[in-house]
């Protein structure tokens, strides 16, 4: 494997992925800790995407035979070691000078998929290549957001097909920020030499001119949101497979599934874009059922040890994704720092599994949750 900079130490008292974001508190300025760990106006849904977690109870059985068992999941025609992703967060180099590719790194030895974000702080060729020889990796996928430019756009898929991703996950929760008040208390804005590098070259969008009875956000910003002709079009660009995250809304998951998408994501952003809109792990049986097994499923939001993971297998998921605390773990130790919450994440849902009587995860179903959902 290719030499991982920045070595460092994990200190021996974080055990849990609770304990990397409690240290990592101690390492982020004011300024960078409010753009990872804060969420939309009041943090409802930022704090309801744990709670939902905690609130599924997990029914034990036992004296069910576990030799042999492993946690192989098969997505998009590949076999994965486990069902762990990082998910696609922006400016890594504001946790840690390796950035992104530290991650990349820390994600190929762990077998770990990775969404590199398009607001990576470093180029997705530069990643590419460091990963993709590495035997045992994960799928490495593109996070895509749709710009006002279409000939931009497609460049940049053509740059992300060329250097060897494996599929586009297409964000389409957020055609505006939400009301960040953490980030605006803390003065948020990126410092010096951190800037998403994979956007240099964005035509700006034309400026709107508008009266006075007009609003800047809808008549002006909104006027090149994406819509579901804009997917359409995204299709037909590119060879890759397509997945759309941020799918909330049965109807939504059942059109992916009409226009022959490729996957969904359920997810809330984090809690960044629509305050008190519903925690993933509520939506997500609902979702899995509107699919019914059309196209794959997968979750984010909240998951903070290997028992959510197991309640999401239950609950329908193809796989999780985990975003904040692998950032936490990349601040901590860089590369190291990753990779210990991957083993950490991956050493529970094995734990979970046995105490479960689940041998692999094809056996979790909803029958594993207490009471069973309805």
């Not at 803390?186 to 030499?193: S, W």
């Not at 997968?298 to 796989?319: E, H």
Request: hydrophobic share 45%.
């Amino acid at each position: 494997m290719n030499a991982i900079p920045a070595l460092a130490r994990v200190p021996d008292q974080v055990v849990s992925l609770a304990d990397h974001e409690a240290h990592a508190r101690t390492r982020l300025d004011e300024n960078a800790w409010a753009y990872f760990s804060g969420g939309a106006a009041d943090e409802c849904t930022l704090n309801a995407n744990r709670q939902a977690w905690d609130a599924l109870q997990l029914l034990p059985r036992v004296l069910q035979p576990l030799a042999g068992g492993h946690t192989r999941v098969q997505l998009l025609g590949r076999t994965l070691a486990h069902p762990i992703l990082l998910a696609p967060v922006a400016y890594q180099t504001l946790a840690h000078p390796d950035g992104e590719l530290a991650t990349a790194h820390a994600a190929a030895a762990l077998g770990a998929g990775l969404v590199l974000s398009t607001q990576a702080g470093i180029p997705l060729e530069t990643v590419a290549r460091a990963v993709l020889p590495e035997a045992g990796r994960g799928p490495l996928w593109f996070q895509l957001y749709l710009q006002h430019d279409r000939g931009f756009t497609r460049e940049l898929v053509q740059r992300v097909e060329a250097a060897g991703y494996e599929a586009l996950v297409l964000t389409v929760d957020a055609p505006t920020s939400g009301a960040r008040d953490r980030e605006r208390r803390a003065g948020f804005r990126l410092p010096p030499g951190v800037r998403a590098v994979n956007l240099d070259g964005l035509p700006p969008a034309p400026a709107a001119a508008l009266g006075a009875d007009q609003s800047a956000l809808f008549d002006g910003l909104l006027r090149h949101a994406p819509t579901w002709d804009d997917v359409t079009w995204l299709q037909a660009q590119t060879r890759l497979p397509v997945l759309l995250k941020g799918v909330l809304h049965e109807d939504d998951a059942r059109q992916a599934a009409r226009l022959g998408l490729d996957g969904v994501i359920v997810s809330n952003h984090g809690g960044r874009t629509l305050d008190t809109a519903p925690a993933s792990a509520q939506v997500l049986p609902r979702i899995s059922a509107a699919v019914q097994g059309d196209l794959p499923v997968l979750v984010d939001g909240g998951i903070r040890r290997g028992t959510d993971v197991l309640k999401a297998m239950a609950l329908g998921a193809s796989a999780v994704l985990l975003g904040r605390p692998y950032v936490y773990g990349l601040a901590n130790a860089g590369a190291v720092g990753v990779a210990h919450v991957l083993r950490l994440l991956r050493d529970e849902l094995e734990i979970a599994m046995a105490l479960c009587g689940c041998r692999q995860l094809d056996q979790a179903r909803q029958g594993l949750l207490y009471p069973a959902p309805l």
